[in-house]
């Protein structure tokens, strides 16, 4: 082998041993969870993390014109390192997707 391949092959095994993961992921409990679905093709579902991420949406079918679509609504909120709360809150129907943001 030459000196400079084996050289150039110890940099690269080194390159991706050390970008490997290191330690492991704590794992996150999820503290709620509910999911409803009916059948008119309605839903709602929530959960709640133990990392204090929460999430609720609810959707129905609607007729819009001649043709039949879909409505939902809902909401995310989780903690920043800073301890701020950011929630977004959202309606989506044949308007388009309607986020609003806001961080307290």
């Known amino acids: 082998m030459q000196p400079i391949f084996a050289i150039a092959l110890f940099a690269a095994l080194v390159a991706i041993a050390s970008?490997?993961?290191q330690g492991g992921n704590t794992p996150v409990p999820i503290l709620s969870s509910q999911f409803d679905q009916k059948?008119?093709?309605s839903y709602s579902f929530s959960y709640e993390t133990?990392?204090?991420i929460k999430?609720?949406?609810a959707g129905?079918?609607?007729k819009i014109g001649e043709e039949t679509g879909s409505t939902?609504?809902?909401?995310i909120s989780w903690k920043t390192?800073?301890?701020k709360t950011v929630t977004i809150t959202?309606?989506?129907?044949e308007r388009g997707f309607q986020p609003k943001v806001t961080v307290s």
């Open 19 to 21: 970008s490997a993961p």
């Open 55 to 57: 999430r609720s949406e």
């Open 50 to 52: 133990g990392d204090g």
């Open 90 to 93: 959202f309606v989506a129907d």
């Open 81 to 83: 390192p800073e301890g």
């Open 72 to 75: 939902s609504n809902g909401s």
């Open 39 to 41: 059948e008119d093709g």
């Open 60 to 62: 129905a079918q609607k």
